[in-house]
Nanobody
């Protein structure tokens, strides 16, 4: 059974940093792309960043230059380093993977950015 477990969320002041982690189990990790999504209150879920099996990365325009996605295949873990956080980054952040024809989601971790 595929499980994605996020950690690292919390309360941070604007301009600060947080690092999110997502530990994957029940799936072959290294051959698959891994994504971070977020959902802010009253808004649709949106993709924040993706890292492919080869290490290529894609970012939403809103986080380019501030967020960095990375992966450690030995630990089956994907990370999201978030710097220069803004109030509008407040959201629940979800780890996600498309594996064997299905999209899997973690339960999410809340990031709250305060002024």
């Amino acid at each position: 059974q595929v499980q994605l477990v996020e950690s690292g969320g919390g309360l941070v002041q604007a301009g600060g940093s947080l690092r999110l982690s997502c530990a994957a189990s029940g799936m072959m990790f290294s051959p698959y792309s891994m994504d971070w999504y977020r959902q802010a209150p009253g808004k649709q879920r949106e993709m924040v960043a993706r890292i492919t099996s080869g290490g290529s990365t894609i970012y939403a325009d809103s986080v380019k230059g501030r967020f960095t996605i990375s992966r450690d295949n030995a630990k089956n873990t994907v990370y999201l380093q978030m710097d220069t956080l803004k109030l509008e980054d407040t959201a629940v952040y979800y780890c996600s993977a498309f594996f064997n024809g299905m999209r899997y989601w973690g339960k999410g971790t809340l990031v709250t950015v305060s002024s």
